[in-house]
């Protein structure tokens, strides 16, 4: 049985990315359409010990999907 932890607002969300760097986990968020614009808020979340906190928004024109990479060392 899955319980909620924790509620994660969004607008016409479409997608979760988990990814970690280092020993941080962070969650990338992309918004699609807020019912009247493309033009939406996308986010990428940190995990804080607790809980994901936004840490940084990128505007978007109709985010439909994150991609992990990786770039290494030469």
Not at 8 to 21: C, H
Request: charge should be negative; hydrophobic fraction near 35%; glycine fraction near 6%.
């Amino acid at each position: 049985k899955f319980e909620l932890y924790q509620n994660i607002p969004s607008i016409g969300a479409v997608d979760f990315e988990y990814f970690t760097i280092q020993s941080n986990s962070y969650l990338a968020l992309a918004n699609y359409y807020d019912g009247t614009s493309y033009e939406v808020e996308s986010r990428i979340l940190k995990w804080n010990g607790t809980k994901f906190q936004t840490i940084q928004t990128i505007t978007s024109n109709g985010g439909w999907k994150f991609y992990f990479f990786e770039i290494s060392e030469y």
